[in-house]
């Protein structure tokens, strides 16, 4: 069954928009740890129900985070609507709230200590690190790294303040949903970036997802695990390397404040970092 729901390419997250490539593998995996789960009393994904769905979310409550929680009721959803369809199509599995605390502070780094975690890393990883600290990626969008010429950026707003006041140069990654955004890396590490192209793209795949590479540079789940072992190493504790994302909007909310009202610098960080929704800005900012 997972394997179906890997492989359907009309899964939908609502009627009008197609699931990512990278939400399906999300899917997957989750759907794989519940299977392992569920194994011990006897079932198998195909015997789950829209209830059963639930009681097994609910006695997940106190192991797991809301966002893996979450995580793990979208899969079950998918499944039980577009593969077993026990669950009629515009209905929603219940809501199930986290019994974990959620976590003290924020996930953003400083750049005294993205610094301290890039030296305790190699140079390919250090590398990397640096980059998506000062450009805002995500670890798989290290792996799309292009100039705007071979890989055009798609149309999307974009307000005049857009990278003000951070000079460098202007590279293209595919984010999240296939969204080709533009993005800004410093002339100092653009220079080394270009030391690392290719003299040919090549084909990688992480998690089961395909990639066109024109920079050896590390990404994706080696790069972060990378960055977490050095973060644990040079501070002593981690917070992902999804937290210089965090780094990043916190960084440039305070640049653009200066010469821009708040509801404006929102707006402006979100077109940064290729969400375009100010709501997600904010929870950034946390």
Not at 53 to 66: C, N, P
Not at 129 to 147: K, S, Y
Not at 217 to 243: D, P
Request: glycine content about 8%.
């Amino acid at each position: 069954m997972i394997g179906r729901l890997v492989n359907l390419g009309a899964l939908r997250r609502n009627p009008d928009r197609p699931a990512s490539v990278r939400t399906v593998a999300n899917y997957r995996d989750c759907l794989l740890q519940i299977a392992r789960r569920i194994a011990g009393d006897g079932l198998e994904l195909r015997d789950v129900t829209p209830e059963s769905a639930v009681d097994y979310l609910r006695s997940r409550t106190g192991d797991l985070g809301q966002k893996a929680l979450d995580m793990h009721r979208q899969s079950l959803q998918a499944m039980l609507v577009h593969v077993s369809r026990r669950l009629p199509q515009g209905e929603r599995l219940t809501v199930v709230r986290s019994d974990r605390p959620r976590r003290k502070g924020g996930r953003a780094y400083t750049a005294q200590q993205v610094r301290m975690v890039a030296a305790a890393q190699r140079g390919r990883n250090a590398l990397s690190t640096l980059i998506v600290h000062a450009a805002g990626l995500r670890a798989h969008e290290l792996f799309t790294l292009a100039r705007p010429g071979e890989q055009p950026p798609d149309r999307r707003p974009a307000r005049p303040e857009k990278f003000a006041g951070r000079p460098g140069r202007d590279y293209t990654v595919i984010g999240k949903g296939g969204l080709i955004r533009l993005v800004r890396v410093p002339d100092d590490l653009a220079d080394r970036l270009e030391a690392v192209r290719r003299d040919e793209p090549v084909r990688v795949t992480d998690r089961g997802i395909h990639y066109t590479s024109r920079y050896d540079v590390a990404a994706g789940t080696a790069w972060g695990a990378s960055f977490t072992g050095a973060s644990k190493r040079a501070l002593g504790w981690t917070r992902g390397a999804h937290g210089m994302r965090h780094s990043y909007a916190q960084e440039r909310m305070r640049e653009l404040q200066r010469v821009l009202l708040r509801s404006d610098a929102l707006e402006v960080v979100s077109q940064e970092l290729g969400h375009f929704r100010r709501d997600i800005t904010l929870a950034y900012l946390k």
